[in-house]
């Protein structure tokens, strides 16, 4: 299952903003924002209801930055092997498993990057 969509916008500011209006009538809100500094590299806002943003903006260059996937699992076995598995088919290194605690105590996550640089993410919510 798809847990979230994320895009990347070149003004980070007015697209929230926009966001922010276009999405209220489709029932979701800006419910999450985090910082370059909170996240190692580029600032970050994810809209939806709460408690979950599925919709998430990151602030960089449109042309040449890849999508992002995030695939909802069950578990931190299911994580890991996707991980392990994704590596063996050609797939390179972009987050080992582990909590990104910056986000949600639970969440627990792992990127690899496809053979065209699209950042495809397992992630479980749930404690182990």
Not at 79 to 92: C, I, P
């Amino acid at each position: 299952m798809i847990d979230r969509i994320g895009i990347v916008v070149s003004d980070f500011e007015q697209s929230k903003s926009f966001y922010g209006v276009a999405l209220e009538p489709i029932g979701l809100s800006l419910i999450a924002e985090y910082s370059a500094s909170t996240t190692g590299s580029t600032d970050i806002a994810g809209f939806g209801q709460p408690p979950e943003a599925e919709f998430w903006l990151t602030h960089g260059n449109p042309g040449s930055v890849k999508v992002h996937v995030a695939f909802r699992v069950h578990n931190h076995a299911a994580v890991e092997v996707f991980y392990n598995v994704a590596l063996a088919a050609g797939g390179q290194d972009n987050g080992a498993p582990g909590f990104r605690t910056h986000y949600h105590p639970n969440y627990y996550a792992a990127f690899v990057l496809d053979p065209d640089g699209h950042n495809i993410e397992a992630i479980c919510h749930y404690p182990e």
